[in-house]
């Protein structure tokens, strides 16, 4: 997934002071790799070397935000973690591990990480983290401003698009590769996925972001209202139309139009929005003149369109028109790797107190990754607004959970990332995460091989391999 090392100075909220990252790493090479990718972003970066030093450095200056690998000599990222936590709360601390395991996990939340990365890091992962970590740092304390946390109103955006998964990791690289396209979209997803999220961060990244993004949900709408909905009336168009009314697609012209739940679009209404899309004029219910508009379409649905074509309740030529550009937002059960970081999310938008950094305990996040969530992240989402209200102490227990995710069955749930892509996707993700380190750290392989989490061998056979083009 390509980063870009600079920003245009146009998109930046402010000019004020970046923020402070203090970066640890007992390996100078992998601590040096870390720091010049933060630089790159604009970040004030520290590194060091020593975990006690880091500790007393951490005590003594002023940092927004400490990035530290867990496996080090002279004191574990976990240890180092508990310390920062009890001297600076509120500060924020992001873990690197080289073992993405279910105790790692664990160990990170208890410890008070914030979020934790496995190794080879994926720098877009690893800037969406530090992001979100800043973020939450500004809303805790209003000392570190979003400003100076160095994000743009499309890096938010796409900031909140949460998850380290190879899944998400794909949602987030189309997102930026549409960016310059004006193609319609058609995003999938299970109902609570976060589908509105997607098309949001779609039109904030995109060229149209300067307009409207106006959304119309049509399954809340009564069929009989849809057109004047999505057109507009004239006055006096029916009995109650005593003003006239500006229809949803002339309001985003310029911007982007959200067709949520496109699939229960009323048969009789879809030949009009055909016709719409395609002479990109809009004529309103009762009116004689068609209104000129332009701007990006995104529908999104939770059905198959191919068995609602085939059944006669979906338009073939609207489905087509819709679909050009097809994004798959994927359920949390195939993203289990996911749930502990948007977990600790949802608890710092809902944790309200300031004298108090809640924590998981272990036994709670052993549930909430053995629960299947049928209801994907809005239910995830839904359990942690609860808990927070329940919750009387530091620390949420298991009790402060649903019944339904307390008593779920103690399975571990799949986290099948292999599944998530083509075997071609994923090689041309590893293509682009592998080049772009390379690039980064100006051709030096063994920084690059140190950023990866592997050795120059397999760095120089995967470059051999590149250049054949050829997944193996």
């Known amino acids: 997934m390509h980063v870009s090392l600079s920003r245009a100075n146009d998109t930046k909220i402010s000019a004020r002071p970046p923020a402070r990252i203090l970066v640890v790493d007992d390996e100078p090479d992998a601590c040096e790799a870390l720091r010049l990718v933060l630089l790159s972003e604009g970040y004030d970066v520290v590194g060091e070397t020593s975990a006690r030093r880091a500790l007393e450095k951490a005590g003594a200056e002023d940092f927004d935000l400490v990035l530290s690998d867990v496996s080090m000599r002279e004191m574990s990222g976990v240890d180092l973690c508990r310390h920062l936590v009890e001297a600076r709360p509120g500060m924020p601390v992001i873990l ?87 193609a319609s979209v058609l995003i999938h997803g299970e109902t609570g996925t976060g589908k509105e999220l997607v098309a949001r961060a779609l039109h904030e990244n995109s060229r149209f972001r300067a307009g409207p993004f106006v959304a119309l949900n049509c399954a809340a709408v009564p069929p009989g209202l849809v057109e004047s909905e999505l057109f507009g009336h004239a006055r006096g168009a029916f009995t109650d139309a005593k003003t006239a009314k500006t229809g949803l697609l002339a309001q985003a012209n310029g911007g982007t139009v959200f067709l949520d739940e496109v699939g229960e679009l009323p048969l009789a209404m879809q030949p009009k929005l055909l016709r719409a899309l395609q002479e990109r004029t809009v004529r309103p219910v ?59 999310h949802f608890l710092d938008r809902f944790d309200r107190d300031p004298s108090r950094s809640l924590k998981l305990h272990e036994s709670v996040a052993i549930r909430l990754l053995s629960y299947g969530w049928p209801g ?9 607004e609860r808990a927070v209200a329940l ?29 998530a892509a083509s075997l071609i996707s994923l090689f041309d993700l590893e293509r682009r995460h592998t080049l772009r380190a390379v690039e980064l750290l100006g051709g030096n392989m063994t920084r690059a091989a140190k950023l990866l989490g592997i050795d120059r061998t397999t760095l120089y056979r ?11």
Request: net charge neutral.
């Open 96 to 182: 690197v591990t080289g073992r993405g395991t279910m105790d790692i996990a664990i160990g990170a939340m208890r410890s008070g990480a914030r979020d934790f990365l496995t190794k080879p890091v994926e720098v877009d992962s690893l800037i969406v983290s530090v992001v979100q970590a800043l973020q939450y740092r500004a809303r805790r304390d209003g000392r570190v401003s979003s400003a100076r946390a160095g994000v743009s109103v499309a890096d938010s955006s796409l900031a909140r698009v949460l998850g380290d998964s190879v899944p998400m990791r794909l949602v987030r690289e189309l997102i930026t590769n549409l960016s310059a396209s004006a």
């Open 391 to 419: 919750g009387s102490s530091d620390e949420l227990t298991v009790e402060d959970l649903p019944e339904r995710v307390r008593f779920a069955d103690l399975k571990p749930m799949s986290t099948p990332t292999a599944r």
């Open 462 to 472: 995967r470059l051999k391999r590149y250049e054949s083009s050829e997944p193996s």
């Open 376 to 384: 994907n992240v809005r239910e995830l989402e839904n359990c942690m």
């Open 286 to 344: 009762g009116g004689s003149e068609e209104i000129p508009f332009e701007g990006r379409i995104i529908a999104a649905t939770n059905q198959d369109l191919e068995v609602e074509v085939s059944a006669k309740r979906f338009r073939a030529d609207l489905y087509y028109r819709l679909d050009v550009v097809r994004l798959n937002v994927p359920p949390l059960r195939e993203r289990g790797e996911d749930i502990l970081l948007l977990a600790r």
